[in-house]
């Protein structure tokens, strides 16, 4: 059990500046050398230290710059960092303000510090306000103090030692601000848990483990109810689809269900649905070996609605939601799927598999179908789905394809407040063509636009409501050095679902 940040929001005045009682102080720095109240403060009782470095020229102040003050005289806080903000009367764009915070926080996970203060910059933001630069910080220190740690003996593997933060603004917290306080940290929280499910190898993190994990979160919050089924069950319904996928390996095949019911009883759902690929080797269509180990990460989907079922029952948001997870193990095998083979959905349409590596699709498919039964009011679908992805948006933007123009957009502008960006790819008739087979309904692959057709395929599936499809395989991880879960889509879906309350 990981030990929990405090966070806590407090007025302060600037001529309480010197009496803060904390290891580590940060305050904005504007650009143009005219210097804000906390500064100017700061200034003055440490006999004028901003004022001499910046006449030296060794305080940087663009944007999210960083500069420092050891043991400044005259303030308990033996340890200053002051962050770019820009020039005074500056609007910034949410990306800018965004990078000044991660900056803000960064500059005291460098440090041993165990409690830290930041004073809230006095910027102002493209169509954003004091709670949403609060909401953003407290999700920052909460985002960026995750380690992994499940499986790391070496003494050198990272510490966080931050157990409190108090965030500073300048009139007393409004019951508003301290709302956004606590749903940034929330959003930051169940970022973290995504990021665990995804960074757990594929040997502990198989499609049980999905399932008892949701259990156990379940037990956690009473308005959280948990279902997993197993191949029986799923042969029983006729999830053909969703089993091919798991033919080939020893680890069983399951579904799992989550239902949140924050809301009125009755009211239709918001469903998600995630992509529980717990190993992705890509089957008798066998994936090269490079950079293999990265398709632990093709349940990235799963593992974000997991966490947004919780970010939602821990915030008590006064809405129906569920959550439902497709997952299996793609591997070769002499009982796997081979290409040619031809399977029966839960749809009653039947699919030709042409190539077993695209099997994200192949169990969503069957997922999608079964969630009718909750007569949704929105479905939204996350999954690592294609390659392509990552070459037509690169690792920062989310591919967002829909049916309905009301839902893209209402994810497009949760990915944009909450700065988990998702770009819209057309669906349109056109491509459907590519998926045409000689020896089934559908085939699961097809045509040049790799992203768009998987989605294509998915849309066969998800006629009867309002859909979107979320295609994370850019965003949900990071190769290079930094490899790693992300913890996205957590921010966009817990966002788009807090707006729809
Ligand atoms: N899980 C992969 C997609 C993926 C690739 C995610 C790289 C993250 C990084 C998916 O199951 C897959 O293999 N897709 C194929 C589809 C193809 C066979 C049509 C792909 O993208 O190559
Ligand atoms: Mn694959
Ligand atoms: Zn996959």
């Known amino acids: ?35 804000n109240k906390y500064a100017n403060e700061l200034n003055k009782v440490s006999g004028g230290s901003i004022k001499k470095l910046q006449n030296k020229q060794f305080l940087k102040s663009d944007i999210g710059a960083t500069g420092n003050l050891a043991a400044p005289q005259g303030i308990k806080s033996d340890l200053v960092y002051l962050i770019g903000i820009g020039k005074t009367k500056d609007k910034l764009s949410m990306e800018k303000a965004k990078s000044i915070l991660s900056s803000m926080v960064n500059s005291i996970l460098g440090t041993k510090a165990k409690s830290a203060s930041i004073v809230l910059p006095d910027i102002s933001i493209d169509g954003q306000d004091k709670n949403w630069l609060i909401q953003q910080l ?96 799923m042969e029983k319904l006729g999830m053909h689809c969703l089993l091919s996928v798991g033919n080939g390996s020893a680890q069983e095949s399951k579904l799992v269900i989550l239902e ?13 649905v995630g992509k529980g690929i717990t190993f992705d080797t890509g089957g008798i269509s066998l994936k090269p070996g490079a950079a293999m ?57 039947t699919v030709e598999i042409l190539n077993t590596d695209a099997e994200g699709r192949l169990v969503l498919a069957d997922a999608l179908t079964y969630i009718k039964r909750f007569n949704p009011k929105t479905v939204t679908d996350v999954a690592t789905l294609t390659g392509a992805c990552i070459i037509a948006l690169g690792h920062a933007t989310s591919g967002l394809m829909s049916n309905n123009d009301r839902h893209a957009n209402d994810l497009y502008e949760a990915g944009l407040k909450s700065q988990d960006k998702a770009w819209r790819l057309p669906i349109w008739d056109i491509y459907q063509k590519d998926l045409n087979s000689n020896f ?62």
């Open 440 to 501: 089934a309904d559908i085939a699961n692959i097809g045509g040049r636009a790799g992203t768009i057709t998987a989605a294509c395929f998915l849309s066969r599936f998800t006629k009867d409501y309002e859909w979107a499809h979320l295609d994370v395989a850019g965003t949900a991880h990071v190769g290079g050095l930094a490899k790693g879960a992300s913890g996205r889509p957590v921010p966009l879906l817990s966002q788009f679902l807090i707006d729809k309350a």
């Open 138 to 233: 407290s999700f920052l220190a909460e985002n960026q103090s995750y380690t992994y740690d499940a499986k790391i003996n070496k003494k050198d593997k990272k510490v966080i030692t931050l157990k409190k933060l108090n965030v500073f603004i300048s009139s007393s917290p409004s019951s508003a601000n301290r709302k956004s306080l606590k749903i940034g940290q929330a959003i930051g929280r169940g970022s973290n848990t995504a990021k665990d499910f995804g960074n757990l190898p594929g040997n502990i993190c198989t499609p049980s483990y999905l399932g008892t994990q949701s259990k156990a979160a379940a037990k956690k919050y009473k308005n959280l109810k948990c279902k997993v089924l197993g191949e029986k069950e």
């Open 293 to 349: 180990d990265e398709m632990k990460f093709d349940m990235c989907g799963a593992a974000s609605v997991i966490s947004t079922i919780q970010v939602m029952a821990e915030l008590k948001i006064p809405l129906n939601v569920v959550a439902v997870v497709a997952s299996a193990e793609n591997m070769p095998g002499s009982k796997a799927t081979k290409p040619g083979d031809v399977v029966k959905t839960l749809s009653g349409q």
């Open 260 to 272: 949140y019911s924050g809301g009125k009883k009755g009211d239709q759902p918001h469903v998600l």
């Open 1 to 35: 059990m990981k030990k929990r940040l405090t966070i806590t929001i407090n007025k302060l005045n600037p001529s309480e500046l010197s009496k803060v009682n904390t290891d580590c102080l940060v305050l904005g720095l504007n650009s143009d050398k005219t210097l």
